[in-house]
């Protein structure tokens, strides 16, 4: 998880999402708050207490760019 850019995820940033029930289950999902996407980790710039998963924050838009903002690719291997 950790890395040398923070992590842009699928999450539309709500700051009060984890206080509700739908975040209750397994791999919780936030579809509605803000215009925000959700951005998780640290980067190169940032302090060591910024740098861990936990750390989460958003970003307005999913076509904003940044040099310290990237994605992680997933890979499922076919049966």
């Not at 850019?5 to 579809?31: N, R, W």
């Not at 996407?37 to 989460?56: F, I, K, L, P, Q």
Request: with cysteine; charged share 30%; aromatic share 14%.
């Amino acid at each position: 998880m950790h890395g040398n850019v923070a992590e842009f995820c699928e999450d539309i940033y709500d700051e009060d999402f984890y206080s509700k029930p739908e975040a209750k289950g397994p791999d919780p999902l936030a579809t509605a708050g803000s215009e925000n996407r959700v951005v998780r980790g640290g980067h190169y710039v940032d302090g060591a207490d910024s740098c861990r998963s936990a750390e989460r924050y958003g970003i307005f838009g999913q076509w904003d760019r940044s040099m310290d903002i990237g994605f992680r690719l997933a890979y499922y291997p076919i049966p």
